[in-house]
Each structure stands twice: as structure tokens, then as C-alpha cells.
């Protein structure tokens, strides 16, 4: 590949040169043709209103023609979903021109991007590219060497610096029009009003764990109706995307009306382990030598230190001793790559896959935003192996999901009293390690409150009291939060009917 003289890094043209692209002649061409055009391949609520070749043969004048959509999300967003055939949504009808149908994409619609690695790149550009305007980002981590082969929005001159920051200064160089702001930090730092702003976040995560917190807390923002039904208004869309070597999912997630993360975790096989014994004992492959010098060796000979996976020296230190234990045991294939993604759990990335997801997730996120275009049904695997290979399935949801259902069912007595039915609750084995110190509330009224102080006393009373009578006599759903929570735990009361003898009753 051709290079600049004195310079390191592939060419490629001046980011004022690419940006000037963003706006040549038919640049929205394809994003007008989704917009605009009729038949079955659309969502039910979306009724373009005008011939769409007018449009996409272009006019000698520059009015732009009146297109007729109907949108359904609060004022210009739009929000639509199909579930079991039935269009489910708030319809705002509205009549507006694909100009400023453009506009309240690029303007008003909010997408927070979670992740800026391999997954993360291609999705903030194509995000970009599809006409999103304002995209923010969030990631912890920092640039290595290792990222050059995949991550092509960073270049050697980057190691050392912020994803998140290198990313989006990327972006905009490149995209004109674009506002992307980045967040170094982890997705814990920010607290749910942070998460609350967007109306739509994607995910580019490599974890289970970052996946089942960010699930929780936007799944923490639903409502539900007394009948059961989410308040429309309160659910927030996630399209998830995920990698590992030549294959890959993206996911749309509707919390209360699709399974959440939580409803399919089954679909994740378990991380890998190994027996202690094997590792001290019997090692016969190359991750064993570095699982036992990380698990083992380094607690023997380096007591009292702790160690750091993204410290070069404590890295090294791992490699050279597993080196060293893989000879004793005449095993070869230990390398300093293998050591970092045994010990990182780094799954292999393959940029053509990050590419599919990516766009696939990007396309997902535009139908959510424009009803352009009927949503997937649910989840996309890809499997890259053997060919290019495709499907879509829908799971099902998990009606009792601790995490996004309208209620998780807890059978109490009629005369359990508000301190019986917390000790209920820490002892059910569903909600083990997940809650502590209760706090109880029905329909924003406390019931009970650990803190502060003041409220604790003040309903205090209220745990000598029935349950029954707290809830005006029938059962229904409790809100249950605690500092272990990552949202609210919703709690549907069920109350045991009690048979009676009417021979007793009538005294006979």
C-alpha cells in the first residue's frame, strides 16, 4: 500500500478531503429510497405520500417534495415495533418533507454507542455514514498495538490514548456534520439519567457482565401498566451486536415487549475454566502453563502484589514463567499474543465479521428510528466458517424474568406482614446475591426504606403491619430497590387463598 514519505501508516486522504464527500451530489441517495418507499417491506405505520421516483430522479427545482410518514415516538422520534403481527406503538402522525425527515435523524435522535473496539469502529461509522448526527460513545479501555489490525479508526501515533476520545475525533474528521462525543470511563461511573437521554443504545461490548448491567439499568426505566402492559413512553430500544472469530448476532431488544439480555442468557455457552488439579498436575496444553502461573505461580512467588492484565511487566512476567513451565512439560505453542488472551479472556476478532454485525446493527438501528423498514425478528446469527451464512430467530420471552418482566410472582400468606415478606425475599433463591437491604415501595408510595436515616424511621412502622393492608387489600406489584440492584426489581404479590370449612363456619 502506497505511504507518504517519512511517514509510518498506510496513505489515505486528508480528513478534510473525505469530509468533503459527505455532502456530494446524491449522497442521501439510498437513505431517500428507504424513507420514502411503499409496499410490504415497511412498517405498518409508515405511508410514504409521494411517487418515490419524483424524488429519486431529482427535481429541476429545490423544493423538496412533502413526504407524508406517520412516527411513532414522543413529539419527532419515532418509535415502532411488531410483535406477533400486531403494530404496537404511540402514532404521531405528522406531515414533514424528507429533508426534515433527514433532520430529526441527524438532529434529534440520540444514539449512545457502548464499546469503541473492533465492533465499536465499525458501528460509530456506520452510524455516521447512515446519516445519525449525534452519536456519543463510552469506553474504558486504551489503544495497543494489538488494535491496529482491526480497529481502523486508530493509528500507531494513538497507542497509549482513549479509545472512546480517538474514536470520535476519528468520526467527525471524516463524516462531515457529525457530533460524536466520547466518554473515558467505565459504564458504571454514569449514573441511569446518563443512559436515560438517548433514544436508542447499540452495543459493541466483548462481556457478559457489561451486557447484564447495561441491560438492567435500561430495563430499570419500564413501567408497567396495572393490566401488565409497558408504558410505551418508558422503553428504551437496544440493538446488540456481538463477535467471536467468524461469527456473530446482532439483536434487537424492546424491553417489555422482547426478550431482554437476561430472558436469553441461556443462549451463551459458559466461559471456559480448568480444574485446578490439571493446571498443578497434569498441563497439557499451552493455556494451561499460563492459567496456573496466573492463578497459582504469581500468588507463590510475588505475595502481596496484585496483579494488573494491562501492566506490560506483569504481562511478561506471565509469558516468560509460562514459557518456562511449557518446556519442563515438553509443550509447545506458548506465545505472548496466547498469554494475553488467555489471561484477558480475548476472544479472536476477524474485522469482515465485525463488518457484518456492525451493519447489520446499524440497519437495525435506522429501522428503529424511521419505520422504514419491518424490524428484525429478534435476533441474526452469522457464521462465517464454512461460507457466508445467515438467519434470524425469535426467542421467547421469559414471562417471570427478573430483569424486564411486569412482575417477578411471590406467594405469601394473606397475614404476612411487610417485614416477613422482605425475609421472603432474601431467602428466594431467584434473587440470591442480588439483594440485601431491601427498600419497598407500591405505585412511588414507601412502604419501607433502608435510607436515609429520617425515611427509614419514619416507615418503619410499616414492617409490623400486614402486607395485605399496606396494599389496600388485594395483591399486585411492588417495587423492590437495593444498592445491589442495577434497577428496579419488579415484584408481583400473590396472595394464598384460604379454604374454609363452611361446616365450621355455620357452626354445625
Not at 464499546?115 to 455516521?128: I, P, S, V
Not at 445467515?390 to 404476612?416: L, W, Y
Request: hydrophobic fraction near 40%.
Amino acid at each position: 500500500m502506497k505511504k507518504r514519505k517519512g511517514e509510518d501508516e498506510p496513505w489515505a486522504p486528508e480528513p478534510e478531503v473525505m469530509a468533503e464527500t459527505t455532502d456530494i451530489e446524491g449522497r442521501w441517495r439510498d437513505l431517500d429510497r428507504l424513507l420514502l418507499r411503499p409496499g410490504i417491506l415497511v412498517g405498518p405505520g409508515f405511508e410514504p405520500g409521494i411517487d418515490v421516483s419524483f424524488v429519486l430522479r431529482g427535481s429541476s427545482s429545490n423544493r423538496i417534495p412533502e413526504v407524508k410518514a406517520t412516527y411513532a415516538w414522543e413529539k419527532f422520534r419515532s418509535f415502532f415495533l411488531e410483535v406477533e403481527g400486531l403494530a404496537v406503538g404511540v402514532l404521531v402522525e405528522i406531515t414533514c418533507s424528507v429533508a426534515r425527515t433527514r433532520d430529526m435523524i441527524r438532529n434529534d435522535c440520540r444514539v449512545l454507542v457502548i464499546g469503541a473496539g473492533g465492533l465499536g469502529c465499525e458501528l460509530l461509522k456506520d452510524l455516521a455514514l447512515t446519516g445519525f448526527g449525534n452519536l456519543e460513545v463510552i469506553d474504558m479501555d486504551t489503544i495497543d498495538v494489538s488494535n491496529l489490525n482491526r480497529q481502523f479508526l486508530f493509528r500507531m501515533r494513538d497507542v497509549g490514548q482513549p479509545k472512546a476520545k480517538i474514536a470520535a475525533e476519528r468520526v467527525m474528521e471524516r463524516v462531515k456534520g457529525v457530533n460524536v462525543v466520547p466518554h473515558y470511563c467505565r459504564i458504571e461511573d454514569k449514573d441511569s439519567s446518563f443512559f436515560d437521554q438517548f433514544q436508542i443504545i447499540v452495543l459493541g461490548l466483548d462481556s457478559l457482565e457489561a451486557r447484564s448491567y447495561i441491560n438492567a439499568v435500561v430495563c430499570g426505566f419500564l413501567e408497567y401498566e396495572p393490566d401488565g402492559s409497558p408504558i410505551l413512553t418508558t422503553i428504551k430500544p437496544m440493538v446488540d451486536g456481538g463477535t467471536e472469530g467468524f461469527k456473530g448476532h446482532a439483536r434487537v431488544i424492546i424491553p417489555g415487549m422482547t426478550p431482554c439480555f437476561q430472558c436469553s442468557m441461556w443462549l451463551f455457552p459458559p466461559q471456559v475454566t480448568f480444574p485446578l488439579c490439571t493446571l498443578a498436575e497434569t498441563p497439557r496444553s499451552p493455556a494451561h502453563c499460563i492459567e496456573f502461573v496466573h492463578l497459582i505461580q504469581w500468588g507463590q512467588d510475588r505475595t502481596g502484589e496484585t496483579f494488573d492484565p494491562d501492566n506490560p511487566e506483569h504481562m511478561k512476567w506471565i509469558y516468560e514463567q509460562a514459557a518456562k513451565r511449557a518446556e519442563q512439560y515438553s509443550i509447545s505453542g506458548v506465545t505472548y499474543s496466547l498469554t494475553q488472551g488467555v489471561v484477558k479472556n480475548i476472544i479472536p476478532a476477524i474485522a469482515s465479521t465485525n463488518a457484518i454485525v456492525a451493519a447489520t446493527c446499524a440497519l437495525e438501528t435506522l429501522k428503529i428510528a424511521t419505520m422504514c423498514s419491518k424490524g428484525m425478528e429478534v435476533f441474526m446469527q452469522y457464521t462465517g466458517t464454512d461460507g457466508v451464512y445467515m438467519r434470524t430467530f425469535q426467542n421467547e420471552k421469559d414471562p417471570n424474568c427478573i430483569v424486564c418482566s411486569a412482575g417477578v410472582p411471590v406467594e405469601v400468606e394473606a397475614t404476612t406482614t411487610l417485614q416477613k415478606f422482605i425475609d421472603v425475599l432474601l431467602k428466594d433463591s431467584r434473587f440470591k446475591n442480588k439483594i440485601s437491604k431491601p427498600s419497598v415501595s407500591l405505585q412511588g408510595e414507601n412502604l419501607y426504606m433502608q435510607a436515609p436515616p429520617i425515611l427509614e424511621e419514619e416507615t418503619r412502622p410499616n414492617l409490623l403491619r400486614p402486607l395485605r393492608t399496606l396494599m389496600g387489600g388485594e395483591g399486585g406489584i411492588l417495587n423492590i430497590n437495593d444498592k445491589r440492584l442495577k434497577g428496579i426489581l419488579r415484584v408481583q404479590v400473590i396472595f394464598k387463598t384460604t379454604d374454609v370449612d363452611m361446616d365450621t363456619a355455620g357452626g354445625g
